[in-house]
């Protein structure tokens, strides 16, 4: 496998120049010296940012307000300029319908096995190198274009098992088209064109990609590749769902779209590895939503899927991910994926989030990522000698981390608050987490060093702990532990939760327990008329745990509505029971 270095600078599919968008202290001008300044927000920004992206001369006379988050997304930026082409008044409606349509180009050829029609130029703006040293009348580039699609499809279709993309209804041919132009700003988008169906929202599309990739970190011919790897898995997405529910114009699940298509390009160009360019703005950050889109994080989140590969040792999660996405949001069917495997997108978070610690120097790439010795390392919130027992207060925003770091002699501890909510009204929450030594107690977790760490918080169910220890021969243990309230006790524990479990909104309940020492745990549910529904056996470790039940019998299908009664037996003796009430 080919390695290299992240180079200083970052860079996502999209790079705009910094003096079309200006930096926040930047004069914007004013339209009189009396008038107060000009900003522009809305449409007016949306215009200009479309403008800068798929303009290849464009110069804005206006920058745009500080306020303005520019879009680096350009398939995102594209279906929501489509979405509110009326929005814009005519002139620059016109102006956009143009830039936004096919392009014209003189010459194309057909993959080898049909299914990709590629569109070039020799002359002009647009056109590609006319190199070509095999001597079959067709540039060097677009033979490159071409095998690239080829070996995309056979990776994506024929080894993944994705969809093949929706046909286009014979446009420009019967095949899938890409085009090769002058992107300018861009790496390459797929441009989605014609709505087959909503609720799966299925859509046509093409590609285009850049004519030399002389503008962008990965230049030349494997900037090609990795462009084209990634957007024909944009292709594959527009026909399983590109969801726009609340109808803003923009895609609900652009996070996972784009994480999936940075991961494909891995996965089809090992050797590449342009995804190491995103990984530095996601580390330097942590306390930023898994699912918050800046044009930047969506793609260095792609690491998750190598972290899901390496743990689960395959690659095929992804697929199960996106048949969940035809009729589910994201996070929604990432949690159904993990709850198949007995876990959760909360566990899943949280032991994540830990791996991100084991990268650069820290990295031991037998246990976590294979590659995360050329991973930066994840900024600290701080680092701090271990002198005695340590409380610290950490605020976080939901479906976000941080990292403090304690350090005694040649060994290390990494804390790492874990805020788990993703729920749609998720809110900044506040948690304590102790770093003790020597304690042993149903509460801490142990981590090695004969450190103990606990995560304490009002609202405990929204937390996890995640902790990494170093020991000083370079061992590395990575854990998680759930979070408790400062007063919990067996005599005050919550019940099942959610309670009742309106299958409408929920997967599973979840039924909280503790444990004074590690023992084989069994959950048997029975029915209103004594009858068993489903019974689970699992090894669990003393402390505050739980179970999840998804509301299934044990033929793995959901249940009727009605009251029914849970029984915990640890080790044979019961420890806890409860009634569950299921809506359907």
Same mark, same amino acid.
């Given at each position: 496998? !080919?390695?290299?270095?992240?180079?200083?600078?970052?860079?996502c599919?999209?790079?705009?120049?910094?003096?079309?968008?200006?930096? =926040?202290?930047?004069?914007?001008?004013?339209?009189?010296?009396?008038?107060?300044?000009?900003?522009?927000?809305?449409?007016? +920004?949306?215009?200009?940012?479309?403008? #800068?992206?798929?303009?290849?001369?464009?110069?804005? #006379?206006?920058?745009?307000?500080? =306020?303005?988050?520019?879009?680096?997304?350009?398939?995102?930026?594209?279906?929501?300029?489509?979405?509110r082409?009326?929005?814009?008044?005519?002139?620059?409606?016109?102006?956009?319908?143009?830039i936004? +349509?096919?392009?014209?180009?003189?010459?194309s050829?057909?993959?080898?096995?049909?299914?990709?029609?590629?569109?070039?130029?020799?002359?002009?703006?647009?056109?590609?190198?006319?190199?070509?040293?095999d001597?079959?009348?067709i540039?060097?580039?677009?033979?490159?274009?071409?095998?690239?699609?080829?070996?995309?499809?056979?990776?994506?279709?024929?080894?993944?098992?994705?969809?093949?993309?929706?046909?286009?209804?014979?446009?420009?041919?019967p095949?899938? =088209?890409?085009?090769?132009?002058?992107?300018?700003?861009?790496?390459?988008?797929?441009?989605?064109?014609?709505?087959?169906?909503?609720?799966?929202?299925?859509?046509?599309?093409?590609? *285009?990609?850049?004519?030399?990739?002389?503008?962008?970190?990965?230049?030349?011919?494997?900037?090609?590749?990795?462009?084209?790897a990634?957007?024909?898995?944009?292709?594959?997405?527009?026909?399983?769902?590109?969801r726009?529910?609340?109808?803003?114009?923009?895609?609900?699940?652009?996070?996972?779209?784009?994480?999936?298509?940075?991961?494909?390009?891995?996965?089809v160009?090992d050797?590449?590895?342009?995804? &190491?360019?995103?990984?530095?703005?996601?580390?330097?950050?942590?306390?930023?939503?898994?699912?918050?889109?800046d044009?930047?994080?969506?793609?260095?989140?792609?690491?998750?899927?190598? &972290?899901?590969?390496?743990?689960? $040792?395959?690659?095929?999660?992804?697929?199960?991910?996106w048949?969940?996405?035809?009729?589910l949001?994201?996070?929604?069917?990432?949690?159904?994926?993990?709850?198949?495997?007995?876990?959760?997108?909360?566990?899943?978070?949280?032991?994540?989030?830990?791996?991100?610690?084991?990268?650069g120097?820290?990295?031991? !790439?037998?246990?976590?990522?294979?590659?995360?010795?050329?991973?930066?390392?994840?900024?600290?919130?701080?680092?701090?000698?271990?002198?005695?027992?340590?409380? !610290?207060?950490?605020?976080?925003?939901?479906?976000?981390?941080? &990292?403090y770091?304690?350090?005694?002699?040649?060994?290390?501890? !990494?804390?790492?608050?874990?805020?788990?909510?993703w729920?749609?009204? #998720?809110?900044?929450?506040?948690?304590?987490?102790?770093?003790s030594?020597?304690?042993?107690?149903?509460?801490?977790?142990?981590?090695?060093?004969?450190?103990?760490?606990?995560?304490?918080?009002?609202?405990?169910?929204?937390?996890?702990? #995640?902790?990494?220890?170093?020991s000083?021969?370079? $061992?590395?243990?990575?854990?998680?532990?759930?979070?408790?309230?400062?007063?919990?006790?067996?005599?005050?524990?919550?019940?099942?939760f959610?309670?009742?479990?309106?299958?409408?909104?929920?997967?599973?309940?979840?039924?909280?327990?503790? *444990?004074?020492?590690?023992?084989?745990?069994?959950?048997?549910?029975?029915?209103?008329?004594g009858?068993?529904?489903?019974?689970?056996?699992?090894?669990?470790?003393?402390g505050?745990?739980?179970m999840?039940w998804?509301?299934?019998?044990?033929?793995?299908?959901?249940?009727?509505?009605?009251?029914?009664?849970? &029984?915990?037996?640890?080790?044979?003796?019961?420890?806890?029971?409860?009634?569950?009430?299921?809506?359907?």
């Open positions: 496998m !080919i390695k290299f270095r992240p180079m200083v600078f970052t860079i599919f999209i790079m705009i120049a910094a003096d079309i968008f200006p930096q =926040d202290n930047a004069q914007q001008p004013r339209a009189s010296e009396n008038d107060a300044e000009l900003t522009i927000a809305g449409t007016e +920004a949306l215009y200009y940012q479309a403008m #800068a992206v798929f303009s290849s001369d464009y110069q804005p #006379a206006i920058p745009l307000s500080e =306020d303005v988050q520019p879009i680096k997304s350009a398939t995102g930026l594209a279906f929501q300029i489509k979405s082409m009326d929005e814009f008044n005519p002139d620059q409606r016109n102006l956009l319908q143009k936004l +349509a096919r392009p014209n180009l003189s010459h050829t057909v993959s080898p096995d049909g299914r990709f029609r590629v569109h070039y130029t020799t002359v002009g703006n647009n056109a590609v190198s006319a190199i070509d040293m001597n079959n009348s540039p060097d580039y677009v033979d490159e274009a071409v095998f690239s699609l080829v070996r995309s499809y056979n990776i994506e279709i024929e080894d993944l098992g994705f969809r093949p993309p929706p046909d286009d209804g014979g446009v420009d041919g095949e899938w =088209d890409i085009y090769i132009t002058n992107v300018g700003g861009v790496y390459s988008w797929t441009n989605s064109e014609t709505q087959l169906s909503s609720n799966p929202d299925r859509w046509t599309s093409y590609i *285009l990609v850049d004519n030399n990739y002389q503008h962008t970190p990965t230049t030349g011919v494997d900037g090609l590749r990795v462009s084209i990634h957007e024909f898995h944009h292709m594959i997405q527009l026909g399983y769902n590109g726009d529910d609340d109808d803003n114009g923009s895609f609900d699940d652009l996070f996972l779209m784009e994480m999936s298509s940075t991961y494909m390009e891995d996965l160009y050797d590449i590895n342009d995804y &190491y360019y995103y990984l530095t703005p996601l580390f330097n950050n942590t306390n930023v939503a898994f699912d918050h889109v044009g930047i994080k969506e793609y260095g989140q792609c690491i998750f899927f190598h &972290y899901l590969e390496a743990r689960y $040792q395959t690659a095929g999660l992804l697929r199960e991910i048949d969940g996405v035809v009729d949001p994201a996070l929604q069917a990432l949690d159904i994926v993990f709850r198949n495997r007995e876990s959760s997108l909360e566990e899943e978070l949280a032991l994540y989030y830990g791996w991100n610690a084991a990268t120097s820290r990295a031991d !790439i037998v246990q976590f990522y294979p590659e995360g010795d050329f991973y930066p390392e994840i900024v600290l919130d701080s680092s701090t000698e271990f002198k005695n027992d340590t409380t !610290i207060t950490s605020a976080l925003r939901p479906q976000a981390a941080r &990292y770091e304690f350090t005694r002699g040649d060994e290390s501890v !990494i804390l790492i608050p874990v805020h788990v909510d729920s749609e009204d #998720a809110r900044s929450d506040t948690t304590m987490l102790v770093l030594e020597g304690i042993s107690h149903p509460f801490y977790k142990s981590i090695g060093g004969n450190f103990s760490t606990r995560i304490i918080a009002d609202r405990f169910l929204n937390w996890i702990g #995640a902790a990494l220890f170093r000083g021969s370079g $061992q590395t243990e990575i854990v998680t532990f759930n979070a408790t309230k400062s007063n919990l006790s067996e005599d005050n524990l919550p019940g099942a959610p309670n009742p479990l309106d299958l409408s909104t929920f997967s599973s309940t979840t039924i909280p327990f503790i *444990l004074n020492e590690p023992m084989l745990v069994k959950l048997a549910i029975f029915g209103s008329s009858q068993l529904v489903f019974e689970q056996e699992q090894y669990f470790d003393g505050f745990q739980m999840d998804n509301a299934q019998n044990m033929n793995g299908r959901q249940v009727s509505g009605g009251i029914y009664i849970y &029984y915990l037996f640890g080790d044979g003796e019961l420890i806890n029971r409860n009634k569950i009430a299921v809506v359907r």
